[in-house]
């Protein structure tokens, strides 16, 4: 089995402390040869110049391919398409673009007057520049939003469309999971490659939270394994090798690409990738 690529998924930094946080996970996964780092946005575009500073800051000065998360909450045609244009002029020329979280309390998503109606607007209008390479995100077990998976992989075909070249999904924590879902893709008409985001439980309590908000189900034995480890101390531990399991797993199943969610805490990515032979001894080797 050859070398799977990879990348790993940044959030900006708020203060200083985030800002050495966020280039020491860069100084930390670099090494590992990423096909692209990506930066999200916030939850209504709240992080949206923080995001801008931060892609334009690790594209200079760290040599890696930044692929900005970009959304269009809050904000008009002309506001999102001009963000887009300026990472072009820096030399950022992937972008993935998202609908984008509803600011906290919003109830729901609700279009600028005068900006994109959703993710499908905001692709083709990307697309129609011819400036960049675009991704967009997918859900494999569902948007809570949607009215059915079938509706959910009927929109990622819409955005494919449009003009996306690739999909990457929400966590999960069974390879079936993407394996069903990646199936069902194709059974749609979908071709592009669909890369399986993986989240490495650096905090367990924060895990459960965050799949609950976003439909990711959680196996019962995954839930009392972790519950058990926490409390002897031993979470760690476990997180690496539930992580490492699942990326052998879909590896085994043929995916080629794994994107990791950093959470800024790149220790455990690491970790995982180099049980799984991703290392930097491997890529010297193979450049040399």
């Known amino acids: 089995m050859s070398r799977p690529t990879v990348s790993f998924e940044f ?139 079938k509706a959910d992989i009927d929109h990622l075909k819409r955005k494919i469309d449009a003009g996306a070249s690739s999909a990457i999904t929400q966590f999960f924590f069974q390879a079936d999971t993407f394996f069903r879902f990646r199936d069902a893709c194709a059974a749609a008409g979908i071709t592009a490659p669909i890369i399986p985001g993986i989240l490495p439980i650096e905090n367990w309590a924060g895990a459960r939270k965050f799949a609950a908000m976003c439909g990711t189900s959680i196996p019962q034995t995954l839930a009392t394994a972790f519950d058990n480890a926490t409390r002897d101390g031993n979470a760690d531990l476990l997180a690496t090798a539930v992580a490492t399991q699942l990326c052998d797993n879909l590896l085994q199943g043929g995916v080629e690409h794994l994107h ?14 180099h049980a799984l032979g991703i290392t930097p001894r491997n890529r010297l080797q193979e450049v040399a």
């Open 11 to 149: 959030f900006p930094p708020k203060n200083l402390e985030g800002s050495f946080r966020l280039w020491d996970c860069v100084q930390t996964l670099a090494p590992l040869d990423p096909a692209f780092v990506s930066v999200t946005y916030g939850a209504g575009g709240t992080t949206r110049t923080l995001t801008h500073e931060a892609v334009g800051t690790i594209h200079k000065t760290s040599g890696l391919t930044v692929a900005a998360h970009l959304t269009c909450v809050n904000a008009t045609r002309a506001e999102t398409l001009a963000i887009a244009e300026g990472y072009a002029q820096v030399g950022v020329t992937e972008i993935v673009a998202l609908r984008g979280d509803p600011p906290k309390g919003a109830g729901g998503f609700t279009p600028h007057p005068e900006g994109f109606a959703g993710s499908v607007d905001l692709v083709a209008a990307l697309a129609e520049t011819g400036k960049f390479t675009i991704r967009v995100g997918a859900y494999p077990e569902k948007h809570p939003e949607a009215a059915d998976q």
């Open 260 to 273: 990791f969610y950093t959470l800024n805490r790149p220790e455990l990515t690491r970790d995982v990738c």
